[in-house]
């Protein structure tokens, strides 16, 4: 095993968010310790490894390849059940596993554990029992189990900051939600790694939806096409959709009719490339719509 290669690793991310080695060490090991570990002369165990790489927002792997327990397997695999639930907007299905999980003696031996039911508790409040203010707070608690502010934001604490600020939105607390996710695009700037880019595709898409309702439309804009950007520049389809639908809608209440339709088609293709048909009703209803009144008003003046 490279130590020194882990050692690098710990001082790059540590200087990254403007940690000395002082703050980095407390509540965990003696700064004497962390010193020895970035210069590569001693190999951390596991469990320091693991407290640094939570401390500094980073997933256990980012620093090495290990092998995993039963344990670690099994929590891993209720994650990706959550995941793929949250994201099929199966809520019921998802919440049935969060009340199983609940009563499981493994998810209350790790905050990080127990902070995965309770994020999913939340959007399940929030999305279906639609009690936005119960849901912030079931996220609040969530987000505490691990957040402190000595640390970097994680992934995960990233994306309930975002769920934090969809609920937000939906309560029409639009410059909280906009705080919100001021806190994450902080997060990204400071530490851009990221193992998961759709984190920072939301970012942009949720901040959008947010400057849109505002009616701040150049900036919502800005959002969408530097998620488009994003989305191409990492071969990612994922949200592009909904970009070109937001611009679409905007360009629409600004009157510009013949460049919603443009997009609202363009939209409309991604859809249905992704066979993703939740939003082709809505979408097909909006190209008719613009056609209908681009008829009515006549051709765009040359």
Known sequence: M???AIGKKIVQMRK?????QKELAKGICTQALISRIEK???????????????????NLNYFLEVGSTPRIDY??????QLTRLRKGLEYEEMMEIVRVEEKNPLFHTNPSHLQL???HKGIYEKEVENQGDKSFKTLIH???????????????????LLSMGVTKFSLEEYEEALTLYSQVQHRLKTHPHLNDIRIHTKLLYNIARVQTRLGNYE???????????????????????????????????????????????????????????????????KISKMKELIGTEGPRPT
């Open 117 to 119: 039911l309770h994020w």
């Open 40 to 58: 590569g002369d001693i190999y951390p165990n596991a469990s320091t490894l693991y407290e640094i790489a939570n401390k500094l927002g980073v």
């Open 16 to 20: 990254a968010l403007g940690f000395t």
């Open 2 to 4: 490279d130590y020194t």
């Open 219 to 285: 900036e919502s804009l800005q959002s969408c096409n530097a998620g488009i950007k994003w989305c191409l520049e990492h071969e990612s389809m994922y949200l592009l959709g909904e970009f070109h639908y937001q611009i679409g809608y905007i360009m629409e209440l600004q009157h510009d009719l013949e460049t919603a339709l443009q997009y609202y088609k363009k939209s409309n293709i991604i859809f249905e490339l992704l066979e993703d048909n939740k939003y082709l009703p809505l979408i097909l209803k």
């Open 75 to 80: 929590i891993e695999e209720v994650e990706k």
């Open 142 to 160: 969530a987000l505490n189990l691990t957040g402190n502010e000595k640390k970097a934001l994680s992934e995960r604490e990233m994306e309930i």
